[in-house]
């Protein structure tokens, strides 16, 4: 069963910068519509960045300007890179996204979440 495994987590000082990744466990699944949220200590989880299959990208006001959400060239990836990190980023970051096998003809698997990882912004 297809997953999506996250990576790049940790911390870092205020203005560090972190790349999170997001792939497919099977890489011949490809990754459409994919969604970054972040959930802090007794806060709802927020969508910070949004990619459509199409590659429109959306932020939120928080993050806009600071954050980019991409995909790989394979498709299989999506990443988000985190630059001039505040202490108010500290969360737990989820990726959420739709995938697609178009290798095998199995169709969509749409709605899957990431494991989360801890991101720490020290002041």
């Known amino acids: 069963q297809v997953r999506l495994v996250e990576s790049g987590g940790g911390e870092v000082q205020t203005g560090g910068s972190l790349r999170l990744s997001c792939a497919a466990s099977?890489?011949?699944?490809?990754?459409?519509?994919a969604n970054w949220y972040r959930q802090a200590p007794g806060k709802q989880r927020e969508l910070v960045a949004r990619?459509?299959?199409?590659?429109?990208?959306n932020y939120a006001d928080s993050v806009r300007g600071r954050f980019t959400i991409s995909r790989n060239v394979d498709r299989n990836t999506v990443y988000l890179q985190m630059n001039d990190l505040r202490p108010e980023d500290t969360a737990v970051y989820y990726c959420?996204?739709?995938?697609?096998?178009?290798?095998?003809?199995?169709?969509?698997?749409?709605?899957?979440w990431g494991q989360g990882l801890q991101v720490t912004v020290s002041s």
């Open positions: 990619r459509t299959e199409e590659g429109y990208t």
């Open positions: 099977i890489n011949f699944f490809s990754i459409t519509t």
């Open positions: 959420n996204a739709d995938l697609f096998d178009g290798d095998y003809g199995t169709g969509y698997r749409l709605g899957n």
